[in-house]
């Protein structure tokens, strides 16, 4: 029997190609942090989870078991969610995709004893490998580092360290402060395992937008009593990410944005139902490596429960 892994690293996605060349971004950031991580012996898993599978299309799920059979089940495996969770969880039709509740499908399976949920075409870098190969991460303490978004225009299919190390490569650094060490967190949130589900994951309270999910995250954490701490090592992104380069486009209708309205109120905390993550949810094994999670009410929150929200006043007001 496999040992547990000491670090998951969950993503979603679908076969849809968002955000142009997808499938290549995920093959290409998937292979450099596996290859890199089994040279620094950090015993590691890949949990990719398929939300909204685009009807028709061969899941991507199958497309990663097929070109990574190697990986299977041991280090690589995934979770395809039934289509009807998406419209039963959402409170707002404009959105097309929601990760954070499909992170959390991952986050309640995974078997590392820390995780890491972060997008598809993330990097890590030297001094990140450095902090993993320490064993030296603690409980109960939500990490957190920055984002260095490099230039649209590199050529992801051939990604190493001269191009990541770069500075000539890089379009933006986005920088994190004290307390709560939000921006671009969807990246990179680092937490053990057992704080990960003591916390329900992400917030499935509030489902009409999925923007600042994240951030609202690290105020659930530091609320709970957890440690928020910057690594100074960073992580590297390929391009400006959604919200960055399409912000533009609904700068004057946010009501039409796929990501919601990104002025909610993201100090208010939630606490999930104790069905999250589809935790009710019947899961069938299709092939090794690749479960399905078949639809059920049982598992879906109700429309509204107002007494699932939770008004803090953190210290920083006075």
Known sequence: MTPDPYLTIIVTGRNDDF????NARLFGALEFNHAHLTERGIP?????????????????????????????????????????YHEAYSL??????????AKN?????????FILTTNTDVYLSRGMLDVLAARELEPRVLYRTVRIDLKEDLDSDRIDWAILEDERN????????PPY?????????????????ELRGFNEVYRAAKVHMDSNFCRKAYSSGMRLQALEAPVYHVGLG???SQAPLYRDRPGDAPWGNARWKRDVLYVNPDSWGLGAAPVRQIRPGLSYLD??????????ALDRVVVVRYPTEA
Do not use: M
Request: net charge negative; charged share 20%; aromatic share 14%.
């Open 242 to 244: 959604t919200l960055n």
């Open 92 to 101: 707002n039709q404009k959105l097309q995709f929601q990760e954070f509740i």
């Open 105 to 113: 499908i991952a986050i309640r399976r995974c078997r590392g004893a």
């Open 44 to 84: 590691h898993e890949f949990v990719f989870v398929e939300w909204r599978p685009v009807p028709g299309k061969l899941w991507l799920s199958e497309v990663l078991i097929d070109r990574y059979p190697q990986l299977v089940p041991h280090t690589l495996s995934c979770f395809v969610a039934d289509a009807a």
């Open 19 to 22: 955000g142009g060349n997808f």
């Open 295 to 304: 639809f059920t009410w049982d598992t879906v929150p109700p429309l509204v």
């Open 181 to 197: 060490y939000t921006n671009a967190s969807g990246d990179f949130l680092l937490l053990d395992r057992d704080s990960y589900q």
């Open 170 to 177: 890089y379009d933006h650094v986005n920088e994190i402060e």
